[in-house]
């Protein structure tokens, strides 16, 4: 099946330092791309869809200036955290869905943030 | 988004079959049904999807009700590797295309014992 990459897998980093997540789609094109973010014990929660080329879609009550997304190519999307604080402590999941059509989305193995 | 509810949590023996329920009375006639499982600390993975016919492939079945108000899982064999949450999901296949989102529920806990 197809394959969506994440890269960091796992990151640290001090409160208020600015911290990138990549997700690349490695053997399709995704014109659209999403970010979810899971906490412990908890499902996922969509945070916004991002489209190549324009603005990202941020879903209610999830900041835009504070989550940035970049969908630059078809087949990289990143999400930067800025000013990242221990309450963005969480595990970041990007998904896919290849544009050429079908209803499965492809899903990254996630990358785990622990703001100090 | 239609909604789905799924058990929080489900036993099952190694080797023995295994259905996971899901109930989505509101369903439009567009949404699709999909089931995706996650195992610790991993993205999710795609199982199966469908919208009116039954579907078999090489992971699992999906049996989906007359009415499609409900929908079964079925895991044939069940393996220690198959302990996962497992997300039954509606995804709008109607107007908006690829941007329709799969929004996840709580899921439910699948454990299987030895």
């Known amino acids: 099946g197809a394959v969506v990459s994440q890269h960091p897998s796992r990151v640290i980093c001090k409160s208020g330092t600015s911290v990138k997540i990549e997700c690349r789609s490695l053997?399709?094109?995704?014109?659209?791309m999403f970010w979810y973010r899971q906490f412990p014990k908890q499902s996922l929660m969509l945070m916004a869809t991002s489209n190549e080329g324009s603005k990202a879609t941020y879903e209610q009550g999830v900041e835009k200036d504070k989550f940035l997304i970049n969908h630059a190519s078809l087949t990289l999307s990143t999400l930067t955290v800025t000013s990242a604080h221990p309450e963005d402590s969480s595990f970041y999941i990007c998904?896919?869905?290849?544009?050429?059509?079908?209803?499965?989305?492809?899903f990254g193995p996630g990358t785990r943030l622990l703001v100090l | 988004d239609a909604k789905t509810t799924q058990p929080n949590s489900m036993e099952s023996n190694e080797e023995e079959p295994v259905h996971l329920p899901c109930n989505h009375s509101t369903i439009s006639g567009t949404d699709y049904i999909h089931w995706y499982r996650q195992l610790p600390s991993q993205g999710p993975e795609y199982v199966i999807h469908g919208l009116t016919s039954n579907v078999n492939n090489r992971m699992a079945s999906l049996a989906i009700a007359e009415d499609r108000k409900s929908s079964t899982l079925i895991l044939h064999r069940a393996t220690l590797r198959d302990a996962a949450v497992y997300y039954c999901?509606?995804?709008?296949?109607?107007?908006?295309?690829?941007?329709?989102?799969?929004?996840f529920g709580t899921g439910t806990l699948l454990a299987v014992q030895p």
């Open positions: 053997d399709f094109q995704a014109t659209t």
């Open positions: 998904s896919a869905r290849d544009q050429g059509g079908g209803e499965t989305q492809y």
């Open positions: 999901i509606l995804r709008d296949g109607g107007y908006g295309g690829a941007t329709n989102k799969l929004i």
